[in-house]
């Protein structure tokens, strides 16, 4: 599949299909989230005037995103067992949570410390980020403690634990929007320090790594049940 294919769907659509484009459209400023019915091709000929570079880095990603490394041997994530993905949302994006969130938290009360009084938006995102943070570290733990060990023990009976679950993916996914929206897209205000500069890319990192997790449970692993 190639990127140009892509172009007639709309933006919410192809994000969900391949969560890997999310982080180039925010290298190149897409607006992906809001207004997500228009096109791929309106979106990118609207928000970015360097089309071609965008196009070349997209199919990169797509093309490194349809192999995963599992075992020594490299597959699509439709072709690994409940246990390798288990194995790999776990060690991959749980851990990564594990060690961001809290590392974030502290970065942004530092910099509303310092930046709060110019950039009065600091309070509503750091107020946004200190819920989605407590969210998403229940939720972890209902996943590990409850749902995964019922799939590895082959439990059937897991759909309304599921759905819940799946509920609370798309409650982290509006905190995330609206993340997104008052940091203006992760960009910086002139007068912003290097800690501030850290924040703002931790923060967009994770919103990219949220989008593959909440890919690979929602539609990879939970559709399986
Ligand atoms: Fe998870
Ligand atoms: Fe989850």
């Not at 192809?14 to 999310?22: D, F, I, Y």
């Not at 390798?84 to 851990?95: A, G, K």
């Amino acid at each position: 599949m190639k990127f140009k294919e892509l172009t007639q769907l709309s933006i919410g659509e192809v994000v969900t299909k391949h969560p890997e484009l999310v982080r180039v459209f925010m290298d190149y400023n897409v607006d992906f989230c809001c207004g997500g019915d228009r096109t791929v091709s309106e979106a990118i000929e609207k928000d970015t005037d360097e089309v071609e570079a965008l196009e070349v880095a997209a199919d990169k990603a797509i093309e490194q995103a349809k192999l995963f490394a599992v075992g020594g041997t490299q597959k699509s994530l439709d072709a690994f067992t409940n246990e390798e993905l288990i194995d790999r949302i776990v060690n991959t994006h749980h851990r990564y949570l594990r060690e961001t969130l809290p590392r974030l938290s502290e970065l942004l009360f530092k910099i509303l410390g310092v930046h709060g009084e110019h950039h009065p938006e600091l309070f509503e995102i750091h107020r946004i980020f200190g819920g989605l943070k407590t969210e998403l570290e229940g939720h972890l733990i209902k996943e590990e403690k409850q749902l995964f060990p019922q799939i590895l023990k082959g439990s059937k009976d897991v759909a309304q634990l599921i759905k819940t679950l799946e509920d609370e993916h798309d409650g982290a996914g509006e905190a995330l929007h609206a993340l997104t929206d008052l940091t203006n897209h992760f960009t910086l205000p002139s007068d912003a320090c290097v800690t501030y500069g850290a924040t703002y890319d931790l923060l967009k990192a994770l919103t990219a790594d949220m989008y593959m997790h909440v890919h690979t449970e929602n539609n990879v692993l939970f559709k399986r049940f």
